[in-house]
DNA sequence: AATTAAAATTGGTACGTTCCTTTTTTAAAA
DNA sequence: TTTTAAAAAAGGAACGTACCAATTTTAATT
């Protein structure tokens, strides 16, 4: 993971500010940062844009390189960090991986906005996923997942047990590195009340949206209802 | 807006993508499209980075640049556009702004959450911002924002009726273009199903964070309480 | 027709140079 | 001491070159 050269810059910064070494807040200045690292400027600038990317540091032209103060009283939130996109790895408490239950698994012809989402002509079949995790049993998302079954033809009821990206990553060689969501909330419904333990009047989280493969090929698409108390999705924006 | 060489290459190639240009959902490749422009190759990967940052496009080494079809799908949903990250401009319909209504303006000293958001020291004070926002007589969120007085000691009632960030903008030459919100959901309390006009059992959306300038001041740390059905974040994620 | 190997295509990495714009610092002037 | 103007510092933009790595295409072979 460190033969390429800015790759290398990324992780001696990242570990340098951690380390609290910029007690100022301020970085080199790129010019000096080459001559440290011994690259060239260039390679200085897409590592620093890579930093920027997440948040950690911002720059202002004329002024220099910054870290974002809210980065280190943050820090837990910030390690959004993972080989993929999927639930299994969003979902991690001390490192550990959430229970999972396994509530049905069948293969049915896709529906219109199934179908849609996931580029499928129609009469294609898909499987439905439906599972709770949890963790030390208190149940937080209900998902309902949707997978075409031409993509994993193969795919087992003890494979959806565990992680299926995983799966698909070790196995068959197939990255899911880009997801699209829309987040939201709803009122629960009585399904929702007795899976995660809820009272009628607190509501749940929705986030909704498709999983795709670093092939574009869309690959799942996912419905996932949470326990109120437990969706916190952090998000940091930049403009400009 | 156009006279930088990247931007020109990006608005042009955003507008033959939405015209439909490529039907294929193929780009030219890197070096026919520096042809085409008359710029370089640094160039165009300079704009190419910056679409596939929105989730426009995506590239596979050897294979070339794609068009990712949840972007045309989604059309609306990408544009989240506009000069600055404020609440104003994150929620238009059809170009226009809510209506505002102030429901509090007062000054008080922080609170030891919002001092350490704000980082400022023990018994600064700030100006306590309440809104309600709402789109043709359909109140959509209760806004509870905090500012430190020194940053804008002139603060009248008049400016927070419209857009602060705009005025900060405009007279001070402030810019805030960076925010980081944590997102939720909760139950509605009795100001919310008041002030939204929510069953008791309708929950509200909650976005929470601190938005801050382009020089990394904290300027303003907000507590959004929204109604459940408008409030949709959509998000663009993708891994490495 | 299927398999395999070579070649071409295409994006990725890395370095370097030149000049511009914004901000900060310094020095001079009032 | 304050104000103002010049100089220095720092990031931004743009171009270009060379070579690498993954993928796709093409051609040759079986």
Known sequence: MADLVYQRVISALQQQINQGKFADLKLPNERVLAEEFNVSRSSVKKALNSLIQRGMIFQKQGAGTFINPLYLKNRPMYNISGDNVGVTDMYQKDGQHPDIQ??????????????????????????????????DDQPFMIEDGFVPVKL??????KMIAGSLYN???????????????????????????????LKPVEPVGVMEGIFFTDRGTPIEFSHMRLHYKFMRYNTFTALN
Chains 1, 2 share one sequence.
Do not use: C, M
């Open 102 to 135: 396994v509530l049905g698994f069948k293969v049915l012809p896709a529906k219109p906005e199934i179908q849609e989402a996931l580029f499928l002509e129609p009469g294609e079949f898909v499987y439905e996923i439906q599972r709770l995790r949890a963790f």
């Open 167 to 197: 799966y698909l990553q070790e196995s068959r060689n197939i990255f899911v590195t880009r997801s699209f969501l829309t987040i939201s909330a709803d009122v629960s419904n009585k399904q929702d009340q007795k899976l995660l333990k």
């Open 152 to 157: 994993v033809p193969d795919l087992t009821e």
